[in-house]
């Protein structure tokens, strides 16, 4: 399971950026966080999956989050987009 964060970048960017949205990092966090946009079944993986490997850390002091990793990096909060929308589990929609 641990190399499908690499096969789909792309959902582990958007567990990423869920994670700094709602100020969510752990499991706990995660599956605790009470918004209108629950997070996607594989976002939420995702996110577990970096929090095992203790790939996910955010430094409160110069507002980054980094990411390690093979493909390691460093994101600047105000460079996340503020919306949700489209990491959220819509059901049916």
């Known amino acids: 399971m641990g190399e499908a964060i690499h096969r789909d970048a792309t959902v582990a960017g958007e567990a990423i950026r869920y994670a700094l949205i709602t100020d969510a990092f752990t ?3 995660i599956l605790s966080v ?13 996110l577990q999956e970096l929090e095992r490997r203790g790939w996910l850390a955010r ?7 980094w990411v390690a990793g ?4 460093t994101l600047r909060c105000e460079e996340i987009p503020l919306s949700t929308s489209h990491l959220c589990d819509r059901g049916e929609a």
Request: contains cysteine; charged residues 40%; proline residues 15%.
């Open 27 to 29: 499991t706990e966090e």
């Open 34 to 46: 009470s918004s209108p946009c629950p997070p996607r079944d594989d976002v939420v993986r995702t």
């Open 59 to 65: 430094d409160e002091a110069d507002d980054t989050v």
């Open 70 to 73: 093979p493909r390691a990096q």
